[in-house]
């Protein structure tokens, strides 16, 4: 697990064993912890007296790990102290079986976006929580089939799949009338002359050909360049973002008045901005679970949150962003390890 997120807390032995078993209360309850129920608990070694809890948890308060309401309430874990104890969770392993049967049904899908979508869709099922899944082309999308159909008078369904199994559907206006053969034609040219090639070197490669009146195919070229100039080998359209279970917000006891709850879920709304904060994120994870607890930094509204994501490398040099945000209070145990599941299941289902 990627644990680079974790502060060097100046807690050691007793105190963060007292600290980790006050946020496991927290998670539980989601009530503040008394020094009592603390003292209650097993600990390495010898028990510890509520005196002992309650003099532990006055320096983790001046530490800014505990919080409390009033004088004679318990104690709330801060983010600061939920980072710790996730850091010391150590290794989450995935379950085998489940991975195998997502794989299945992940391959029963036609194309790698829905196949990421539908990882969204387990993984709000699993956690109950909103799910973010993204898929992103290749910055050197190579092109696999160009199909061309006629629709009507002068207008054509331009069909263009890259390697990456993505699909770029585009109807075009030309001001010619061009025939079943001609279409053929033309995409028997472009299929045999680029198939494989980047969509980059494909561009460049055409546009000198144009310049060259000598060529054998002159006029074929000229039928292909109607086509060019309507984007042929434009890239797809960018990346698309998937997010489910905005609504089990609603369920959950976040303490947001209506304008804040309003502000949360504007900043949902904004898929631009949830994608600039996983890529913020999960950057550096690949295959391995980011986690960030507490998001303020990124948009004020999702202070109260955590995000656990991973970075997935998938066929034809396309990725994939799989995360959970959700309230702090997470099973964290369980939403890293369904994060890890999704994410194993999608890129051994594009291989």
């Given at each position: 697990?990627?644990?680079?997120?974790?502060?060097?807390?100046?807690?050691?032995?007793?105190?963060?064993?007292?600290?980790?078993?006050?946020?496991?209360?927290?998670?539980?309850?989601?009530?503040?912890?008394?020094?009592?129920?603390?003292?209650?608990?097993?600990?390495?070694?010898?028990?510890?007296?509520?005196?002992?809890?309650?003099?532990?948890?006055?320096?983790?308060?001046?530490?800014?790990l505990?919080?409390?309401?009033?004088?004679?309430?318990?104690?709330i874990?801060?983010?600061?102290?939920?980072k710790?104890?996730?850091?010391?969770?150590?290794?989450?392993?995935?379950?085998?079986f489940?991975?195998?049967?997502?794989?299945?049904?992940?391959?029963?899908?036609?194309?790698?976006?829905?196949?990421?979508?539908?990882?969204?869709?387990?993984?709000?099922?699993?956690?109950?929580?909103?799910?973010?899944?993204?898929?992103?082309?290749?910055?050197?999308?190579?092109?696999?089939?160009?199909?061309?159909?006629?629709?009507?008078?002068?207008?054509?369904?331009?069909?263009?799949?890259?390697?990456?199994?993505?699909?770029?559907n585009?109807?075009?206006?030309?001001?010619?009338?061009?025939?079943?053969?001609?279409?053929?034609?033309?995409?028997?040219?472009?299929?045999?002359?680029?198939?494989?090639?980047?969509?980059?070197?494909?561009?460049?490669?055409?546009?000198?050909?144009?310049?060259?009146?000598?060529?054998?195919?002159?006029?074929?070229?000229?039928?292909?360049?109607?086509?060019?100039?309507?984007?042929?080998?434009?890239?797809?359209?960018?990346?698309?973002?998937?997010?489910?279970g905005?609504?089990?917000l609603?369920?959950?006891?976040?303490?947001?008045?209506?304008?804040?709850?309003?502000?949360?879920?504007?900043?949902?709304?904004?898929?631009?901005?949830?994608?600039?904060?996983?890529?913020?994120?999960?950057?550096?994870?690949?295959?391995?679970?980011?986690?960030?607890?507490?998001?303020?930094?990124?948009?004020?509204?999702?202070?109260?949150?955590?995000?656990?994501?991973?970075?997935?490398?998938?066929?034809?040099?396309?990725?994939?962003?799989?995360?959970?945000?959700?309230?702090?209070?997470?099973?964290?145990?369980?939403?890293?390890a369904?994060?890890?599941?999704?994410g194993?299941?999608?890129?051994?289902?594009?291989?």
């Amino acid at each position: 697990m990627d644990t680079s997120f974790a502060s060097s807390l100046p807690t050691t032995g007793k105190k963060r064993q007292i600290l980790h078993a006050i946020v496991e209360a927290y998670l539980d309850s989601g009530e503040a912890v008394s020094s009592s129920a603390i003292a209650q608990r097993r600990f390495t070694g010898a028990s510890l007296s509520s005196a002992t809890v309650r003099n532990a948890m006055a320096e983790l308060s001046e530490l800014g790990l505990l919080t409390q309401t009033h004088a004679s309430a318990g104690r709330i874990p801060t983010p600061l102290a939920i980072k710790s104890y996730v850091s010391s969770l150590g290794q989450v392993k995935v379950n085998p079986f489940e991975v195998s049967k997502l794989q299945q049904k992940l391959k029963s899908l036609h194309s790698i976006s829905e196949r990421v979508e539908e990882g969204s869709h387990v993984l709000t099922e699993i956690t109950h929580n909103i799910a973010i899944t993204a898929s992103l082309p290749s910055a050197s999308q190579q092109l696999h089939q160009v199909e061309l159909l006629p629709l009507a008078a002068r207008q054509y369904l331009m069909v263009v799949i890259t390697s990456d199994r993505s699909v770029r559907n585009q109807v075009v206006s030309i001001d010619q009338d061009l025939r079943s053969e001609d279409l053929a034609e033309i995409r028997n040219y472009i299929n045999c002359e680029f198939s494989g090639w980047t969509l980059n070197d494909a561009r460049l490669a055409l546009a000198e050909r144009l310049k060259d009146e000598r060529s054998q195919y002159h006029a074929l070229l000229r039928r292909v360049e109607l086509f060019y100039a309507r984007g042929l080998f434009q890239g797809s359209e960018g990346p698309r973002v998937f997010m489910d279970g905005a609504a089990y917000l609603i369920g959950l006891d976040l303490h947001l008045t209506k304008e804040k709850m309003r502000e949360l879920f504007q900043a949902l709304e904004q898929k631009q901005q949830i994608l600039q904060i996983l890529d913020q994120f999960l950057q550096a994870s690949d295959q391995t679970p980011a986690i960030q607890v507490g998001l303020g930094d990124a948009h004020p509204a999702l202070s109260g949150f955590t995000l656990i994501g991973v970075h997935v490398p998938l066929a034809g040099g396309m990725s994939a962003r799989v995360a959970v945000l959700g309230p702090l209070r997470l099973n964290y145990p369980r939403t890293i390890a369904a994060v890890m599941e999704v994410g194993q299941a999608l890129a051994e289902s594009t291989t």
